[in-house]
């Protein structure tokens, strides 16, 4: 079945760059949407970030301007580039993935921590 490696979580001070990665392997025919979600402690899981294939994209309005994500189709593979980070992006981030299926997909979630 598919899955989705998720990398580029780590510990960044405030004002510096982070950037994930997600990548799909398995079984990859169709994919449609992929992107980001993050997730804290007592909060529903949140969209970050989302590009459809077309290649339209949509932010959450915390991240517009300082956050962009870009897809490598070929290698069915989402970035997403995180710029003058926060304490407040300190959250789980999950990969996502959305097939023509109808068919979706979760990363196991990187850590992102931004130190004041």
């Known amino acids: 079945q598919v899955q989705l490696v998720e990398s580029g979580g780590g510990l960044v001070q405030a004002g510096g760059s982070l950037r994930l990665s997600c990548a799909a392997s398995g079984s990859i025919f169709s994919i449609d949407s992929m992107g980001w979600y993050r997730q804290t402690p007592g909060n529903q899981r949140e969209l970050v970030a989302i590009v459809k294939n077309g290649g339209s994209a949509n932010y959450a309005d915390s991240v517009k301007g300082r956050f962009t994500i870009s897809r490598d189709n070929a290698k069915n593979t989402v970035l997403l580039q995180m710029n003058s980070l926060k304490p407040e992006d300190t959250a789980v981030y999950y990969c996502?993935?959305?097939?023509?299926?109808?068919?979706?997909?979760w990363g196991q979630g990187t850590q992102v921590t931004v130190s004041s």
């Open positions: 996502y993935t959305y097939f023509r299926s109808r068919t979706s997909y």
